[in-house]
């Protein structure tokens, strides 16, 4: 399989790796300039060239990852017998320079109710380097946000007469924002989502009036203050203010937008 190949499989998989590329030769190595590997916490996928070359690329990605490090780095690399890394010499007697490309996993997002807000908040979402989940029990609404034009997000589409039972099969970590056309729908969504561990942060739709009486109801379900105090609602910027749908999804996306990991500047540039 080729390194797209792996990388893409990774990304599916939502395991983080890092892509190394050899993009300079001075003298003599084992491998060309452009050769190109990736590794994840516990594999390798192609060389580079073996010995302590790969070796200490592979050491410094596997600390990458381990530190959430997203922006790429370079290291350059002398081998001869004068130039010992951890891992020995390698005598090959020329340098190479390689650049390690984070490839993160990225944010997960699940929007349930795809009406008016909800389509809006699709188009600007879309355009985000994310795992997009769409549900809606009106399959009409499903086929409006497929004819959205598509960018960077990976979009996936989910017709469910029961949304609170989709909630189990999302990825660890996803952004839940409910705002579905049915107030039962949403309370359901609510409830199911306080017991559903490892997600990230639970945003509700409406107005305070509404909110005051679903934490009344999910207290009667059983929850307690802490767990209900989770749930962002109303949702979005409090300092954007207006009714109309896509002023609503602008606030909304910009507050979420707030809550994914920045970039971590990397310790060897």
Same mark, same amino acid.
């Given at each position: 399989?080729?390194?797209?190949?792996?990388?893409?499989?990774?990304?599916?998989?939502?395991?983080?790796?890092?892509?190394?590329?050899?993009?300079?030769?001075?003298?003599?190595?084992?491998?060309?300039?452009?050769?190109?590997?990736?590794?994840?916490?516990?594999?390798?996928?192609?060389?580079?060239?073996?010995?302590?070359?790969?070796?200490?690329?592979?050491?410094?990605?596997?600390?990458?990852?381990?530190?959430?490090?997203?922006?790429?780095?370079?290291?350059?690399?002398?081998?001869?017998?004068?130039?010992?890394?951890?891992?020995?010499?390698?005598?090959?007697?020329?340098?190479?320079?390689? %650049? /390690? =490309?984070? +490839? &993160?996993?990225?944010?997960? $997002?699940? !929007?349930?109710?795809?009406? @008016?807000?909800?389509?809006?908040?699709?188009?600007?979402?879309?355009?985000?380097?994310?795992?997009?989940?769409?549900?809606?029990?009106?399959?009409?609404?499903?086929?409006?946000?497929?004819?959205?034009?598509?960018?960077?997000?990976?979009?996936?589409?989910?017709?469910?007469?029961?949304?609170?039972? %989709? /909630? =189990?099969? +999302? &990825?660890?970590?996803?952004? $839940?924002? !409910?705002?579905?056309?049915? @107030?039962?729908?949403?309370?359901?969504?609510?409830?199911?989502?306080?017991?559903?561990?490892?997600?990230?942060?639970?945003?509700?739709?409406?107005?305070?009036?509404?909110?005051?009486?679903?934490?009344?109801?999910?207290?009667?379900?059983?929850?307690?203050?802490?767990?209900?105090?989770?749930?962002?609602?109303?949702?979005? +910027?409090?300092?954007?203010?207006?009714?109309?749908?896509?002023?609503?999804?602008?606030?909304?996306?910009?507050?979420?937008?707030?809550?994914?990991?920045?970039?971590?500047?990397?310790?060897?540039?």
């Amino acid at each position: 399989m080729t390194w797209l190949g792996d990388a893409a499989r990774l990304r599916r998989d939502r395991r983080p790796a890092v892509l190394i590329t050899q993009v300079g030769v001075r003298g003599h190595a084992p491998r060309e300039a452009g050769a190109k590997m990736i590794a994840s916490a516990d594999r390798e996928f192609g060389t580079i060239g073996g010995g302590n070359l790969e070796l200490t690329a592979i050491d410094r990605a596997r600390t990458m990852i381990r530190g959430g490090v997203t922006v790429p780095e370079t290291l350059t690399l002398r081998l001869n017998d004068k130039a010992r890394t951890e891992h020995g010499r390698q005598c090959c007697g020329g340098e190479v320079v390689i %650049v /390690l =490309e984070p +490839l &993160p996993v990225v944010p997960a $997002v699940a !929007i349930f109710g795809i009406g @008016h807000v909800g389509l809006e908040l699709t188009r600007i979402l879309s355009r985000q380097d994310i795992e997009l989940h769409l549900t809606d029990s009106r399959p009409e609404q499903l086929t409006a946000a497929a004819q959205i034009e598509p960018g960077e997000a990976t979009v996936h589409l989910r017709h469910s007469m029961l949304p609170e039972s %989709v /909630l =189990e099969e +999302l &990825p660890a970590g996803t952004h $839940v924002l !409910i705002m579905t056309h049915d @107030h039962a729908e949403d309370f359901n969504l609510c409830d199911q989502a306080l017991r559903t561990p490892g997600l990230g942060s639970i945003g509700l739709i409406g107005s305070s009036a509404k909110w005051t009486r679903f934490r009344a109801m999910l207290a009667e379900a059983g929850h307690d203050a802490e767990a209900i105090g989770t749930i962002q609602s109303p949702i979005g +910027l409090s300092t954007l203010v207006g009714k109309h749908p896509a002023t609503i999804a602008v606030s909304v996306a910009a507050d979420l937008l707030a809550r994914f990991p920045t970039s971590v500047p990397g310790e060897h540039t």
